[in-house]
């Protein structure tokens, strides 16, 4: 296989993968989201760990894995999966101190040193002025996303500006559980680290795989927290 191919992604159906991704379930009310939860008992190393020293190995350990799962890497426009490209990146979901949120987007986290992985995954000061295009999307949302979307406009942004997978830090203490399923992307969700242990949660849309391929990542997730 070429260096640039990409892997196939996984399928759905034997000999009917589109179909059950494009036909079957579309619409957001029809297509299954997926989540799946599992306990990663920390190394000692990472359980002494500050919150803000465990963010960056789990966003480092979710890197590592869509890399060791390539087949997953894509990004999902109902059904029709855009291959989001090398090398393999995570968009971080950062609150800013107006309580929006901010993707910052990662290539080779787990290749990176930590202190510049650490300054990487910061919002940004000020945020660019909105554009024509942009003001034009809070106007015509609906219509614009469509014009997106048929114009293949969408595709090149998520493949240029964002990621596959998102890690949402949005874990406090007190809140057990966080689960939501984005439109395009996978979302992995560490709740707050209790005596070493870090509950993980992974949603994602049953139109990029079946469960049991991205159960396996998350596995590789706990893993590399755990040895």
Known sequence: M?????????????????????????????????????????????ARMRPRGLMLSVV????????????????????RLVWAGRPARVAVVLERPDHSCELVVVARAHRLERRRLDRLLRPRPQPPSPGLWDRLRE?????????????????????????????SLLGLPGIE???????HAMALYPAWPR???LPLTLCFSHQLANARPAARMLLTIRELLED
């Open 2 to 46: 070429p260096v640039d191919s990409p892997p196939p992604p996984y399928p759905i159906w034997p000999g009917g993968s589109n179909y059950a991704r494009r036909g079957v379930w579309q619409g957001a009310r029809l297509v299954p989201g997926v989540t799946l939860r599992t306990t990663a008992r920390l190394r000692p190393a990472l």
């Open 60 to 79: 480092q350990a979710a890197c590592a894995a869509l890399e060791l799962h390539p087949r997953l890497n894509y990004f999902n426009l109902d059904g």
């Open 139 to 167: 106007r015509l949302p609906r219509a614009c996303y469509r014009a997106e979307r048929a114009s293949g406009r969408l595709a090149r942004r998520l493949v240029a500006q964002s990621a596959p997978l998102f890690v």
């Open 177 to 183: 559980e966080l689960a939501f399923t984005p439109t």
């Open 195 to 197: 005596e070493g242990v």
